[in-house]
């Protein structure tokens, strides 16, 4: 599957579909499967943590509509402003990038070790394939990976909301 349209940046609609489709399954099995998330891993997220990791979630996603989706973009309120620095690729679009990706490891940080282990070596391979002057191919083959992980360890490592403020309740 070639993930680009090609010349204008914007993905296939077998892309995206393959994208939520993956989401899609994971949530699912969340579900489905009663031993999901697993006992022995899953933590309670608190409501600070969670209000970053959405925070961050949002920022990434207005981050990618801005480069893949522009006309899109244009149209999210108060998003104009950023689509041009974002598209630009330049340190306004790096920042911009950088700190919702903070923000979601910050979130996740009192989950199990690996789950931010794991996502932040994703989210770097997608900072990496963004600004390296790569195949967008490689680059959108990073983002699939980091949204299917970060999708993953919401869906598979987070057992709700905890009680407490800052953090799970123990």
Do not use: K
Request: aromatic share 4%; net charge positive; hydrophobic share 55%.
């Amino acid at each position: 599957m070639n993930p680009s349209d090609g010349e204008d940046g914007s993905v296939t609609p077998p892309y995206l579909s393959a994208l939520v489709g993956s989401v899609l399954v994971l949530t699912a099995i969340r579900i489905v499967v009663p031993a999901v998330p697993s006992r022995r891993r899953a933590r309670p997220i608190g409501r600070v943590h969670a209000l970053l990791v959405l925070l961050g979630t949002v920022g990434l996603v207005v981050h990618c509509t801005a480069m893949f989706a522009r006309p899109f973009a244009l149209g999210i309120p108060g998003a104009a402003a950023l689509v041009g620095p974002i598209d630009a690729l330049g340190p306004a679009s790096v920042l911009l990038y950088v700190a919702p990706a903070a923000l979601v490891l910050l979130g996740l940080r009192r989950q199990w070790p690996p789950v931010p282990g794991v996502l932040l070596l994703a989210l770097l391979a997608v900072g990496v394939t963004m600004y390296d002057g790569g195949a967008l191919r490689v680059h959108l083959v990073a983002i699939f990976a980091a949204v299917v992980l970060l999708a993953g360890a919401l869906l598979l490592f987070v057992s709700g909301l905890g009680r407490g403020v800052l953090s799970p309740a123990r």
